[in-house]
């Protein structure tokens, strides 16, 4: 997914398919199983394992060391299948050009954040994160600009980083067919691949956090939000525009689903993430007064003008009181919000306009983000809730 700007394939070392694809072609020692032979009087079953001893292409006749002790051939153009097992002893070799690859990619990607999202970048960073995660996270095949790129063509290259990085026990480069060439030539570019796109993609989150995480917050984003799940949740009135006149949260609170409200979301929150709201309500009631003030409001009406615009907050003991009675004109419209019995408490829920945000669309974020969901078949981290 990483970019170049030569959008030829690559191209490969020897004429024929691609050594990647299900190429009609043997080896000697090739290991390969049976899958079906149409020879009613071997003893042969599907799974039986064996290694290749010829094959004909032209005939398309495979010639099989069975370990079983059979030498029965298979007649490919006759029905009879094979599947071919993985070569361990090439494998590793893959395996270390892959990390061999990595490696090289990591670095390249740490240089590249450098320029480009960090200390060597200018302008607005955070645009050029978002943008290049968004593509990264897509992961729909197209060309990321600016991201480091091997060349895959470059024979020359690839013979080098077979000496550097195959195992000292791996065959000589000259004595490798054109196709495990390339599958050796590719392996270092894709582990070159994939981790400048982990790397770039990690560097751009530290970048986007409001705190510096670099944890992958895909779980956290809206439309991931699920009833019974975590989420960030702001007031649909949050959003404001910075310095740079661009429009941000200046806090998304955490918090876990449990219902909508003609559309809005209703969301329940720990004890630290309530008083996050109380202290922000507080602090937003102190700019309006201070914004009456600049305008030369008289105290006794800016009160009034406060009170008729945000609700007056505060905790009382475990409750949290909230006085809307001149936002609705209702003397009645006093809520005490006392906490669950879990300790979780709904502020504001079917009262107010929340809804769920974009982590990285926040100046700051009130809780404890949780890690994301266990991969199905995994078991959930240490500590983590079920664990």
């Known amino acids: 997914m990483t970019s170049s700007n030569n959008t030829r394939p690559p191209q490969p070392d020897h004429p024929g398919p691609d050594p990647r694809t299900t190429a009609d072609t043997y080896q000697v020692g090739d290991r390969v199983a049976l899958e079906h032979t149409s020879d009613p009087h071997t003893r ?9 001893r010829r094959y004909d292409p032209d005939q398309r006749v495979l010639e099989v060391n069975w370990d079983s002790g059979s030498r029965l051939s298979m007649l490919l153009g006759e029905g009879d299948r094979v599947r071919r097992l993985p070569d361990a002893g090439w494998q590793r070799v893959l395996d270390a050009l892959r990390e061999a690859g990595a490696e090289a990619g990591r670095n ?3 240089w590249w954040a450098q320029d480009t999202i960090g200390g060597r970048a200018s302008g607005d960073v955070t645009a050029t994160a978002r943008e290049v995660l968004t593509e990264i996270e897509a992961a729909t095949g197209r060309d990321i600009d600016g991201l480091p790129v091997p060349d895959r063509d470059d024979l020359a290259a690839g013979h080098t980083r077979y000496a550097e990085h195959a ?7 000259e004595a490798l067919t054109g196709p495990r060439r ?9 582990g070159f691949d994939e981790a400048v796109e982990a790397e770039a993609a990690r560097q751009c989150r530290i970048v986007l956090h409001p705190d510096g995480d670099d944890r992958d917050l895909r779980h956290m984003y809206p439309d991931q939000v699920r009833l019974g799940g975590p989420g960030v949740f702001a007031g649909d009135w949050a959003w404001t525009p910075n ?17 909508h409200w003609h559309g809005w979301a209703v969301f329940t929150c720990t004890r630290d993430v309530a008083e996050a709201i109380v202290a922000d309500q507080q602090e937003a009631r102190d700019r309006y007064r201070q914004d009456l003030t ?3 409001v008289p105290e006794h009406l800016r009160e009034r003008l406060i009170d008729e615009s945000l609700a007056r907050m505060r905790f009382d003991g475990d409750a949290i009181i909230a006085d809307e009675t001149r936002v609705h004109a209702d003397p009645a419209a006093v809520h005490r919000i006392a906490p669950d019995g879990d300790g979780r408490y709904l502020v504001m829920g079917r009262a107010w306009a ?3 945000v974009h982590p990285y669309a926040c100046d700051r974020i009130a809780g404890e983000i949780p890690d994301p969901p266990p991969a199905p078949g995994t078991s959930p981290a240490k500590g983590a809730p079920g664990a």
């Open 182 to 190: 390339d599958q050796a030539r590719w392996a270092w570019c894709d």
């Open 243 to 259: 310095d740079a006149g661009d429009l941000r949260i200046p806090v998304g609170y955490v918090g876990t689903l449990v219902d």
């Open 294 to 296: 600049d305008r030369g």
């Open 44 to 52: 042969l079953r599907p799974g039986d394992e064996g290694s290749v």
């Open 167 to 173: 195992p000292p026990d791996a065959p000589e480069w």
């Open 108 to 110: 390249a990607a740490e």
């Open 354 to 356: 929340w809804t769920p």
